[in-house]
């Protein structure tokens, strides 16, 4: 046996460290090329943009089936299913808004109003407590 088969071989059993290897030492954090193949391979193809997401979803919408889209696209039935739920509730968020509240309007006027008053009244109470009252000194009308 040649000492590279040797090598080789010591390499794969357990218990052996490969060489320059010490017990408990750590690997190196960049991939390998064969772990770099295992990750590629639970990809199922291209990324998907969210405009091809909402494509999809808008065939499903329109009555498509689950399983021919599937099959079509070769993408997992929960994970059109997920992008179908995702989509409406996203729709009925967005539905849910208003552009104009009167309700929100009236609101945020009376909160301004709020703090204007307020402000007004910390500045009267620190005139009032330096001794420079809110009304001028002199005589008063009675």
Known sequence: MHKDEEDMMNQNRPGKEAPGEEEGARRA?????GDRAVCASYKSGPRWSSSRKR??????LRGESLDSLSRELAVEIYRLEEWRDSALSSMDAGLKTR?????KAELDAA???IGELT???????ERCRKGNGPFPKGRSRG
């Not at 954090?29 to 090329?33: P, R």
């Not at 402000?119 to 109470?125: A, D, H, Q, V």
């Open 29 to 33: 954090t960049e991939a390998s090329a």
């Open 55 to 60: 494509d999809v979803v808008l065939r499903i």
């Open 99 to 103: 552009k104009c509240d009167p309700v």
């Open 111 to 113: 909160l301004k109003r």
């Open 119 to 125: 402000m007004e009244n910390e500045l009267l109470y």
